[in-house]
């Protein structure tokens, strides 16, 4: 099998070690790619702090162009990535496809809001004291972002990061998690057919535990990361002078009402539990159902839950696949088992084949169950039913984490009272927390991060005001 190459200041590199990408469904080696030394991984830094000021000056149209290739490019090869993904990550072939989708639309947004940009003229003659003076707004990159990555989203987290990266200016080294890097150096293969200048951006597939020196690398001034929470933060606490990112993990709350649509909250739900094999932190894991509604939905929700197809990811019509690895449905596994010892009750699910989780309800969850209190990342949701409003709202923020919640209702004062109330980066009304447009803000409070992605919303974490005051202007 070909060694494939990583992406060293815009160039295809050869490393010495090896690092084998294996298929958790049948455990098949899908791919390798080279690792660099420790020796290039210096080269990378140092080329993206050399053209830091080059990156920063790059004209408009050049940044826009580049992006606008990627997204055309990712669309002429996109069934070959979504096969790619598929392979690396076990993501059901219909989530992989939709993923590849979602990437070109991130940089075609990118490109559109590169060509938007523009400074901000504000006249300070408000005041006598500031006559003739005019104010010049603009943003700055703070300088090369390290952007971590995770295993979840191959394609479309990497594009998240870097698309905003070049739409201001900012060279960009990825590395990407170590079970799915092929997707991160296939759009590095793309990225290098554009007339970004050399060092614009890296992609290297070292080990988790060589992170830590890049972190620390005083030339990378923004660390973007995804992952979990004790890794994220530590991060921040590595690095406090850092511009630090972070997209973390959640527990996400669906709330019934008894006014929802229940064929569709039942519906959206079952599918959106167990997408990406629950493998995103927006997943559903918390189902809060008002008890006036609770049987009828329950009665509606475990069979659309038993319906879904669970299978091979090769398959048109598997909906739910394997976990990333058998670890990490061994994990799973015995989280809903201590669930269940502790008093749950199993509705549906509940059993282990190699990495494959079959979707689970739970319903009579303690409290302090793993699967209640904590990051299932995996098939797993539990039902609890509450008298009204006041204890649904209530029972979403009682969770350290804050990332997205969803309200299955028809009246729009609970909808505004929900975006009021609820201590989460986003109220998604009549769905499934697990809805993300990418062009909108998207990010959490409390324990699910610091920072907000979404094309725009990066660009400007990226960057800093700077203010130029022109001084006996005649306005």
Not at 53 to 58: E, M, R, S, T
Not at 92 to 111: D, K, L, M
Not at 435 to 459: F, H, I, N
Request: proline share 6%; with cysteine.
């Amino acid at each position: 099998m070909d060694v494939r190459p990583f992406w060293l200041a815009g160039r295809p590199a050869m490393g010495d070690a090896e690092l084998t990408v294996t298929n958790s469904h049948d455990g098949r080696v899908v791919g390798v790619c080279s690792v660099p030394t420790a020796d290039q991984v210096e080269e990378a830094v140092a080329a993206a702090a050399a053209v830091q000021k080059q990156a920063a000056a790059l004209p408009i149209h050049v940044r826009a162009e580049a992006l606008a290739h990627v997204s055309r490019r990712l669309a002429e090869r996109a069934e070959e990535i979504a096969r790619l993904i598929m392979e690396e990550n076990g993501k059901p072939i219909f989530w992989a496809r939709g993923e590849v989708n979602r990437a070109i639309s991130t940089f075609r947004f990118a490109a559109e809001e590169t060509r938007r940009l523009g400074g901000e003229a504000v006249r300070l003659d408000t005041e006598a004291a500031s006559a003739g003076r005019l104010a010049y707004v603009s943003r700055v990159p703070h300088g090369p972002v390290l952007a971590i990555t995770p295993f979840n989203f191959p394609l479309n987290l990497v594009a998240h990061k870097v698309a905003p990266a070049i739409a201001v200016g900012a060279p960009i080294i990825v590395k990407p998690a170590p079970a799915t890097p092929i997707s991160a150096l296939v759009l590095g293969e793309i990225l290098a057919e554009t007339a970004l200048p050399e060092g614009m951006f890296s992609v290297l597939p070292v080990p988790n535990d060589r992170a830590a020196g890049l972190v620390d690398d005083p030339r990378l001034p923004v660390v973007s990361f995804t992952g979990s929470g004790p890794v994220g933060y530590a991060i921040m606490d590595q690095v406090p002078r850092k511009h630090v990112t972070l997209e973390l993990g959640g527990n996400a709350a669906a709330v019934v009402l008894a006014d929802a649509d229940l064929d569709w909250a039942a519906s959206r739900v079952a599918l959106f539990s167990n997408y990406q094999a629950g493998q995103s932190c927006i997943a559903v894991q918390r189902v809060i159902v008002e008890e006036s509604v609770r049987e009828d939905f329950v009665a509606r929700l475990v069979p659309a839950v038993e319906a879904l197809v669970t299978g091979d990811p090769a398959d048109d019509r598997t909906q739910v696949g394997p976990l990333v690895s058998v670890e990490a449905a061994e994990r799973v596994e015995q989280w809903i088992k201590e669930a269940v010892a502790a008093g749950a009750r199993l509705l549906a699910g509940g059993i282990r084949d190699g990495a494959t989780v079959a979707p689970t309800v739970l319903a009579d969850v303690p409290h302090d169950a793993k699967v209640s209190c904590e990051e299932v990342f995996g098939p797993v949701m539990i039902i609890q039913s509450v008298p009204g409003v006041d204890e649904a709202f209530a029972a979403v923020n009682d969770s350290r984490y804050g990332l997205q919640a969803g309200i299955f209702t028809r009246n729009l004062d609970i909808a505004f009272r929900a975006n009021r109330e609820l201590e989460v980066g986003g109220v998604i009304i009549g769905d499934v927390p697990s809805y993300r447009a990418d062009q909108m803000p998207y990010g959490g409070v409390k324990d699910s991060g610091v920072g907000r992605e979404g094309v725009r919303s990066a660009m400007a974490d990226f960057t800093y005001e700077k203010v130029m005051v022109l001084t006996g202007l005649s306005l």
